[in-house]
């Protein structure tokens, strides 16, 4: 699925998520990452009231250009980029959270009790065709990733993206290029399936799921005849135990966060802006600000929030525009545009004739069947 995008406000879910569930074999590390951000808290708190902790001003100017002297300083060796559904939309791929043009105004024809239904776990193993239905009409595939996609891609070639946390689960960071270590996929993925029975949990790829959709198959596991369910998070699960280890090593060793196309209101996605240490520059690429600390609690000194424009603002900048003309920006003022626009365009045309060629070969086959199937029933035609 492709609408991939984020998956909808599954905020009150998330923000009790980080807390261990019953029956999870990896509380103790939940337990921990609940306790970090304690911790975090606590220091932020404390920080923040008591002028602790070091805020060394490392870009010289809060401006894309600044971002970009920075990153050719050679001293920008570990960045983060944090994306969401922004960075999908020049693919084509819709917003669910956008009025109108969003997921759940498409869903009645479902019949669903009420919208959300459609990603609770405890309904998809009663009634798991919604769901497969609405993944057929928005199956990962038919999309090419975007020039952010791609300048991520870079970066990783460059060999200065530590990871890319992102809450898309349509699969375009790894079309892109991006490997399942350079990715936490903090609400799952399509690219991996697996059986829902506890004791069972065989893995399926990619093809086998995408050919069980198309066929309008529910997919059932082949040990146990359980549902097979794509690896996104579902409303009422945990996010994948690797968000919360990652981000505990990761963060701390950020020397650039890069945020893209999320409007930062999902946690416990959210909130991972603050884990960075305070001197870490932090660079929004987005249709709109986003991430700013609410004024009152800043008041009452909890901080962690981006502060673009105060007078105290010291490491926030904010690039007001869409992520591909934001990323095409950054990398014309890092002197790699002609590099991106030329990766960006022999991938499109390897998707391409990749495309058609699998299509081509889907024509054949069923062109041999057609033929095949003919043969007998066709009258002679000679006597
Ligand atoms: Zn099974």
Not at 131 to 143: C, D, H, R, S, V
Not at 158 to 165: A, P, Q, T
């Amino acid at each position: 699925m492709s609408d991939a995008s984020e998956l909808p406000e599954r905020k009150e879910e998330e923000e009790v998520s980080p807390e261990p569930e019953e029956q999870s074999d990896d509380s103790s590390e939940e337990e921990e990452a609940a306790g970090d951000t304690e911790m975090d808290f606590l220091r932020n708190l404390f920080s923040s009231t008591l002028g602790l902790g070091s805020a060394d001003k490392v870009l010289d100017d809060l401006t894309l250009d600044g971002v970009a002297r920075y990153i050719n300083s050679g001293k920008c060796k570990n960045i983060i980029c944090m994306v969401g559904a922004g960075i999908s939309t020049s693919a084509g791929i819709p917003d669910f959270r956008s009025p109108g043009t969003g997921l759940y105004a498409n869903l009645q024809k479902y019949n669903l009790p009420y919208p959300e239904a459609i990603f609770q776990i405890d309904y998809f193993k009663k009634h798991p065709e919604p769901f497969f239905a609405l993944a057929k009409e928005l199956y990962p595939g038919q999309f090419k990733p975007t020039i952010c996609h791609y300048f991520m891609k870079m970066l990783k070639d460059k060999g200065i993206l530590k990871r890319c946390y992102t809450q898309n689960i349509d699969t375009l960071e790894r079309v892109a290029g991006l490997e399942g270590e350079d990715l936490i996929e903090a609400h799952g993925t399509f690219y991996t399936s697996h059986c829902v029975s506890f004791c069972c949990r065989k893995e399926y790829n990619l093809d086998w799921m995408k050919e069980k959709i198309f066929s309008d198959d529910i997919p059932k596991c082949d040990k146990c005849s359980s549902l097979v369910k794509p690896d996104i998070v579902f409303f009422g699960e945990n996010l994948p135990v690797r968000f919360f280890t990652s981000m505990k090593m990761d963060f701390p060793r950020c020397d650039l966060l890069i945020v893209m196309g999320t409007s930062l209101q999902v946690q416990p996605f959210a909130s991972l802006v603050s884990r960075v240490s305070k001197s870490c520059p932090r660079l929004l690429i987005n249709m709109e600000r986003a991430g700013q600390a609410d004024p009152l609690l800043g008041l009452l000194g909890f901080g962690g929030g981006m502060d673009f424009d105060s007078d105290k603002a010291y490491r926030d900048v904010a690039q007001i525009s869409t992520c591909d003309d934001g990323c095409l920006a950054l990398a014309d003022l890092l002197g790699w545009k002609a590099e991106l626009e030329e990766l960006v365009k022999q991938e499109h045309t390897r998707i391409d004739s990749q495309d058609k060629k699998e299509r081509s070969c889907e024509k054949k086959e069923a062109a041999a069947k057609a033929s095949s199937a003919s043969v007998a029933p066709e009258p002679k035609e000679e006597e």
